[in-house]
């Protein structure tokens, strides 16, 4: 039995970057794979993602793809998905149909996300997928999502045959928006529609614009406004990016002081669990917080009552009340925390990639096109080093 080849590093300095080689054997067997310019992670990702491949069996697989298709062959190795579907024979996900997308892709993970309420969302997928199954996710614009929503008709009750109401329309595009949302995330497709530029006519509720994420300067006026437990709360999700859902499980045993980080009890994803860095805003009033309960180790760190956490209305009252006291006049919401982390980030100079791994994203797609969103005041800053 042939034993696997084992593939090394080799790095040269060079004026554009670190450049890399793979490489394996001695003499007649030697060969190579020439990297090019990556960071140092890409590089070990790519060795190490080789030497697996050889493990396994696909050595020579890798190999030939690298003499015919260099480039995906290096973005195969350290570890591009589309790379990975392409090369490996997976599905391509770009050219599926909705139908197939949605059984292969995005059922189970949507039944698993909201088990309580799937059985009817699935309801509704049944008629979606009936007259747009065939379409390619790829397609799918706002503009043929508006029409097949003006062409549903009720099928039961007192409007069977008449044009469906408002409401019903909107869980549709509701649907749809979640499963597009869902595609690009995992880089299935390369845009991320606004399905909600067509007004649904008939709907009791209106598509309402995300309001401006919260300046530094209306952070640190909401936090004066609020009671100490809630101005740690705020100070936190804004300084952490963290999901409100995150933010209200926090607990003591998730704080580690010594080297500044919070581990994440996450829930969304599998990259929302994870350890992230304290920042100073984050950390000073978290020991403020710490030293009024009494330095605890362990519990809730923002209990509701007692020992129980916060509920979504409460977490929600609790924000618009300070937001009130603070002067505050725009609608406040549950994430706005999170996108306001994202834009303050952003103008204090964090770079992107920072921000983007404290909000544990896969990559910074979400920031830049939802989470991201400096006013043009924000701007004026940032161009005034174009001064020639």
């Not at 997308?101 to 009817?120: I, K, L, M």
């Not at 180790?297 to 937001?323: D, I, M």
Request: with cysteine; aromatic share 8%.
């Amino acid at each position: 039995m042939e034993v696997a080849r084992r593939w090394r590093l080799e790095v040269q300095e060079r004026k554009g970057g670190r450049y890399w080689t793979l490489r394996s054997g001695r003499a007649d067997h030697r060969r190579s794979l020439t990297l090019g310019v990556l960071s140092d992670d890409d590089a070990a990702r790519a060795m190490e993602t080789m030497n697996r491949d050889e493990g396994e069996g696909r050595g020579d697989q890798v190999y030939s793809w690298y003499a015919t298709h260099r480039d995906d062959a290096v973005s195969y190795l350290v570890g591009d998905p589309v790379a990975q579907r392409l090369l490996l024979g997976q599905p391509d996900h770009r050219r599926m149909t909705l139908h197939e997308y949605y059984e292969e892709v995005y059922r189970t993970w949507r039944a698993e996300q909201t088990p309580g309420g799937w059985a009817h969302e699935e309801r509704v997928w049944r008629r979606i997928l009936d007259q747009l199954g065939s379409m390619r996710v790829k397609d799918l614009d706002a503009h043929r999502v508006a029409d097949y929503l003006d062409g549903l008709v009720a099928s039961t009750g007192p409007r069977a045959g008449q044009r469906s109401s408002g409401n019903v329309q909107r869980l549709h595009r509701a649907a749809l928006q979640a499963l597009l949302k869902r595609a690009y995330r995992l880089r299935h497709i390369d845009e991320l529609p606004d399905l909600a530029v067509f007004r649904i006519r008939g709907a009791s509720k209106t598509v309402v614009e995300k309001p401006d994420p919260l300046t530094l300067e209306e952070l640190i006026r909401l936090m004066d406004a609020s009671e100490p437990r809630h101005r740690a709360m705020w100070a936190v999700g804004a300084g952490e990016g963290l999901r409100p859902s995150e933010l209200v499980r926090m607990r003591w045993e998730d704080v580690r002081w010594g080297p500044g980080l919070l581990d994440v009890r996450g829930s969304k994803t599998a990259a929302s669990k994870a350890s992230i860095p304290m920042t100073p805003l984050a950390r000073r009033e978290l020991v403020r917080w710490w030293t009024a309960c009494g330095e605890p180790e362990n519990g809730l760190v923002f209990p509701s009552r007692g020992t129980e956490p916060y509920q979504p209305q409460g977490y929600k009252a609790a924000l618009a009340t300070a937001a009130r006291k603070a002067g505050i006049t725009r609608r406040m919401y549950p994430y706005l925390l999170r996108d306001s982390f994202a834009t303050i980030a952003w103008c204090v100079g964090v770079p992107m990639d920072v921000a983007r791994r404290v909000l544990r994203h896969t990559d910074d797609r979400m920031i830049q096109q939802v989470y991201c969103r400096p006013r043009p005041e924000d701007l004026v800053d940032h161009v005034r080093a174009f001064d020639l």
